[in-house]
């Protein structure tokens, strides 16, 4: 699906505001060591892009266990759309993953990502919108985000609560024909905790976070 920025542009301020929340470095440290037989210790980055690469709000994400912070198990680029009364977050897949390792912890690599280096994962988009002091996001409508895990074609199901601190999701694979769950957590969403934030690198918005 394509989304077109809204013309009204109503959202602005909540979009800003959502950025800003994203940017950081998320740890499940507490959920972990709690109850470290059903969850890994994982780290969550939301790296801001520079402005030009989208002309508009853009991120470098990495997901990875603590004990392997080079060795990331999730990549992806995200671009912010304002549509209005809800806010849409399309994903991109980087060519060569690798290349990029490490990205959200040195610049230095974050400065070597291209638009050249990235593919638009159509149907992946998620979409937000703002409840309170949180914004609450799903995967779009359709069951369309398809990945293939173990030979098996799935469609992904992907819920997350965002705030100032903290980011709570649960990614779940759902087998196409049975709708029966194929991968994913079991015990329930992760719960991130912000050890970092970013905000401050959203230079051309700065300001209004």
């Known amino acids: 699906m394509t989304i077109a920025p809204s013309e009204s542009s109503t959202n602005a301020s ?3 505001t959502l950025a800003c929340w994203m940017a950081g470095d998320f740890s499940n440290y507490k959920q972990s060591f709690a109850n470290p037989q059903l969850y890994a210790h994982i780290h969550i980055f939301f790296r801001p892009l520079p402005i030009e690469f989208f002309s508009a709000i853009g991120f470098y994400s990495e997901q990875a266990y603590d004990h392997d912070l080079w060795t990331p198990y999730r990549q992806g680029v995200h671009r912010l759309v304002d549509c209005g ?6 994903n991109y897949s980087l060519k060569d993953q690798m290349l990029y390792a490490g990205a959200a912890r040195e610049l230095d690599i974050l400065k070597t990502i291209t ?4 593919e638009r994962r159509y149907n992946c988009s998620m979409v937000f919108m703002r409840e309170g002091e949180m914004f609450r996001g799903s995967v779009e409508p359709g069951n369309q985000c398809l990945i293939n895990r173990n030979g098996c074609q799935t469609y992904l199901v992907s819920d997350v609560e965002i705030t100032e601190h903290t980011w709570i999701s649960l990614d779940k694979g759902m087998d196409i024909e049975t709708h029966k769950q194929i991968w994913g957590s079991t015990a329930g969403p992760l719960r991130f905790e912000k050890r970092e934030s970013f905000a401050d690198e959203l230079l051309a918005v700065r300001a209004l976070c």
């Open 85 to 90: 009364d809800r806010i849409y977050i399309e």
């Open 115 to 118: 638009p050249d280096c990235i």
């Open 14 to 16: 909540d979009l800003l």
